[in-house]
């Protein structure tokens, strides 16, 4: 893809000499947007934010699915507001698994909702709030994405960083991947949630470049093959954040024959997918992509592409837990 070399060891000099000035500029606005003052906070609600400073891929909308499920144990019920990024609509709407499209209220709101979780869509998330409220009862709202937006204040915030991204070559957009320094954060992050895919990582190197006054919580991405045959081929693609961790995470289980990636929250039309099956048909294959991919394709060929779902394995459930009471 044409940002691989936010992912280098080091910035390709010609483009560092040319996007370092954009790099520098953006460094400053997103600093100084960080620091601005919430609009919204709420009393009778707790508000958890769960967000990322790299763009896409660090696995946001799973740590919520799983933070969701324990609020449950501990009977709270929760919902969760999303911007709905990638939508074409600007309503405040109640995400419906079986009424609306990715068009109507974004790929992971929609992917949310067919786990069932009451999911709110705004880019205002006071709005969704607001429209939650008046839909019933909630004592915790989760904002998928939430570390960045102003609108509502959070009574905690987490963190997401896949070890595998990282923090790409270090850089700030255009030039890397960062949204944000982890320096101009640290000071308000309650913790930072460590992901891999692995179920045995060496978190050492990443480690060192997070600041020591912020606690860890590790967790492992499971994926549930049990839907895939391994005696199958297949042709691989996605349209997210990090194509490169979803390819690396399922090369040693799989016989994948191809592979492709498209840009994050690509929306894929009917000739897309249909070229993409013709594709795989003359490689005697069959589609494989990502669940928040999935969300973002017509349901008439849901049941021709074969998808891995995932889920969050906590090294320690209480640590979580210990957050969340």
């Excluded at 939430?146 to 509502?152: D, M, P, S, T, V």
Aim: proline share 4%.
């Amino acid at each position: 893809m044409f940002y691989d070399f936010w992912y280098a060891e080091k910035a390709n000099w010609f483009l560092k000499f040319f996007l370092s000035p954009f790099s520098g500029i953006y460094r400053w606005i997103s600093s100084y947007n960080y620091r601005r003052s919430y609009k919204n906070k709420f009393e009778s609600q707790k508000v958890i934010a769960v967000g990322a400073i790299t763009v896409g891929g660090s696995g946001k909308s799973i740590v919520v699915e799983s933070l969701a499920g324990f609020l449950g144990m501990l009977e709270k019920k929760c919902a969760v507001l999303s911007a709905g990024y990638g939508r074409s609509s600007r309503k405040v709407l109640a995400a419906d698994a079986d009424m609306h499209t990715c068009a109507d209220v974004g790929d992971e709101p929609l992917m949310l909702s067919q786990k069932g979780l009451d999911v709110f869509v705004a880019k205002d998330r006071s709005r969704s709030a607001a429209l939650a409220k008046s839909k019933g009862i909630y004592d915790v709202f989760l904002l998928d994405d939430g570390i960045c937006q102003k609108y509502l204040q959070p009574d905690i915030k987490f963190l997401v960083i896949d070890a595998h991204q990282g923090f790409g070559n270090g850089e700030m957009l255009p030039l890397g991947p960062n949204r944000l320094d982890i320096d101009a954060v640290k000071h308000d992050i309650d913790a930072v949630i460590l992901l891999t895919y692995q179920s045995e990582y060496d978190f050492s190197s990443l480690r060192a470049k997070i600041p020591d006054s912020l606690p860890i919580i590790m967790g492992r991405l499971l994926q549930d093959f049990s839907q895939v045959n391994d005696q199958e081929r297949y042709f691989a693609f996605c349209g997210i954040g990090y194509p490169k961790k979803f390819f690396d995470s399922i090369a040693d289980t799989l016989t994948i024959v191809k592979q492709m990636a498209f840009p994050d929250h690509y929306p894929f039309s009917d000739t897309e997918i249909i070229n993409l099956l013709d594709k795989a048909r003359l490689l005697d294959a069959k589609l494989l992509t990502t669940e928040k991919d999935l969300a973002r394709i017509p349901k008439r060929y849901h049941h021709l592409i074969a998808t891995i779902p995932v889920k969050v394995v906590w090294y320690d459930n209480e640590k979580v837990v210990s957050y969340l009471r």
